[in-house]
């Protein structure tokens, strides 16, 4: 595939001297040649370019751009765009959509840009862990905050006196809102986003305290389980295959009042990944990445470094690495913390951290921040976390392309975290055109109102890859999601085995879909 990509860039870099040796000879047939061979150069040069599709996937690729076509042909005529809209507004368009019908039953590989807190719907959290006995809310006075816990007997709380959660939904009156008001409490989601969050800095506040709410019941020991293992379902039932996730390892409690220390929790974690792959055969498993936030000293991050470095000996299948996470801009830069994160790399012998950095998720250009992206490169970061960033520093793109590092693009995210408003702008959207290694993730999908992946594929399939991006495109995504992962050699064969059954029974769905549609005049799309 790469001899086919150089032969046709090749032949383009022909033609352009060709014209500018002999410009006289500029006839329209070279024109047309010329221009033809921009068209396939640019082509060979795009995420997908290199595939070859078969020709049953040719066939479903037909069916998925009639219906891709179809949806930007009517936003031309006046029909919404939710890639130019805010998700909240473009979430139920998206919903209705026939491509994001596709795309949801597309395997998609793996989602490898996740956090702890955020992965399982908010409605489960409000249906389920709320209607639990010893669940126990407590409101300020001003009735502006929330904070849950689970007691046995709960303690004496001035100011905020804990109260059993069943027992307000009953006094409430109104079951309905008295939920809706739970989950209010935890989600982003407004009617007037651009109203309610006119800054980065308001809509972080709100994102920040979201979890806060949520960390009381989440980290309740028996919740702590179920939740993971309803976050591994979700994204399953999306067609995931795969995931890594970070986290804080928080501090897991139970009904006594009893803590759990960050090795027992990884031990949790990794039991909970154990019994899933069991239940679920169709599921690759994924792993952990610990995270540190950006606020710490340095000596503190030095104390994490050296907990990742024993987490990695003692949880070999399922510790991946090690993270700096928060909002970027206003926390500590990485350089600020270099002292800790070299710390491996001198012992003698070196000790191997994998590092996954977040890195220039910012708007700004010269900052601190937006040289995150220098330092995550010079401390060998094995993938790039957002990189919103990246085309401003031509050197640090470079190194990306040489080293394989992966930038993990988050689409939804960096809209609703207002780096962006229409995502046909998105900075990926060069990458994606210039074959860098990226990957497709959700970052935070729950406070959003998104589950799984689909949603982040659909704006990046409609929005950021351009009109003509196709099925190969979809499938080198997907490709990458699991090349790109931190799994051993042997998991990464065993994974794609796994992705390609799944892709090839995708395949024949759509076909059959699309040709019952035709013969049958009913479209199963």
């Avoid at 799984?452 to 659909?458: A, M, N, P, T, V």
Wanted: aromatic content about 12%; some cysteine; charged content about 20%.
């Amino acid at each position: 595939m790469e001899t086919k990509a150089s032969i046709c860039i090749l032949a383009f870099y022909f033609f352009l001297t060709c014209i500018k040796s002999s410009p006289l000879q500029f006839s329209k047939e070279t024109y047309l040649k010329t221009r033809q061979s921009f068209l396939d150069a640019e082509e060979k040069l795009k995420i997908g370019g290199n595939l070859t599709l078969t020709a049953k996937e040719e066939k479903a690729n037909a069916a998925l751009m009639r219906l891709k076509y179809a949806e930007i042909n009517a936003s031309r005529n006046g029909a919404p765009f939710p890639p130019s809209m805010h998700f909240f507004k473009g979430k139920p368009i998206i919903e209705k959509s026939s491509v994001f019908k596709i795309l949801q039953k597309m395997p998609k590989g793996a989602a490898l840009h996740l956090h702890d807190i955020s992965l399982t719907d908010i409605w489960w959290i409000v249906k389920n862990v709320t209607y639990r006995p010893n669940c126990y809310m407590c409101q300020d006075v001003n009735k502006s905050s929330i904070k849950f816990h689970f007691f046995a007997n709960p303690p004496q709380n001035p100011g905020c006196p804990w109260m059993l959660v069943s027992h307000q939904r009953q006094v409430s009156g109104d079951r309905s809102k008295f939920d809706q008001m739970l989950y209010n409490s935890m989600s982003l989601v407004v009617d007037d986003p651009v109203k309610t969050y006119p800054t980065i800095d308001a809509v972080w506040a709100q994102f920040l305290h979201c979890f806060d709410v949520a960390n009381g019941m989440v980290n309740y020991l028996p919740v702590f389980k179920d939740y993971f293992y309803e976050a591994l379902n979700e994204f399953r039932l999306d067609n995931v295959q795969y995931i890594e996730l970070r986290g804080l390892l928080p501090q897991v409690y139970d009904l006594n009042g009893r803590t759990y220390d960050k090795t027992t929790v990884m031990q949790i974690y990794q039991d909970v990944f154990n019994q899933f792959k069991r239940d679920h055969k169709d599921f690759s498993g994924g792993k952990y990445i610990y995270s540190s936030i950006r606020i710490k000293s340095p000596t503190d991050i030095l104390g994490d470094v050296k907990l990742s470095l024993s987490l990695k000996t003692n949880f070999p299948e399922y510790f991946a690495g090690y993270d700096l996470v928060g909002q970027e801009d206003p926390g500590k830069s990485l350089l600020y913390y270099i002292d800790p994160l070299l710390y491996p790399q001198q012992q003698n012998p070196p000790i191997k951290l994998p590092y996954f950095f977040h890195a220039g998720e910012t708007d700004w250009e010269g900052t601190p921040t937006d040289d995150n992206l220098i330092d995550a490169v010079l401390l060998n970061t094995t993938r790039i976390g957002h990189g919103y960033a990246l085309t401003k520093h031509p050197k640090v793109l470079q190194a990306v392309k040489q080293k394989q590092i992966a930038i993990e693009v988050n689409p939804i995210s960096n809209q609703v975290l207002k780096l962006v408003d229409d995502l046909r702008n998105h900075p990926a959207a060069s990458l994606i055109a210039e074959g860098y290694p990226v990957v497709i993730s959700a970052d935070d999908p729950s406070v959003w109102g998104a589950r799984g992946l689909s949603y982040d594929f659909y704006m990046a399939f409609m929005g950021m890859a351009g009109e003509d991006a196709d099925l190969k495109f979809l499938k080198q995504l997907a490709l990458n999601s699991l090349q790109y992962s931190a799994m051993t050699p042997q998991e990464k064969s065993n994974a794609m085995n796994l992705w390609k059954y799944k892709w090839d029974t995708f395949i024949e769905d759509i076909n059959e879909a699309y040709w019952y549609h035709n013969h049958m005049g009913r479209n199963e799309l």
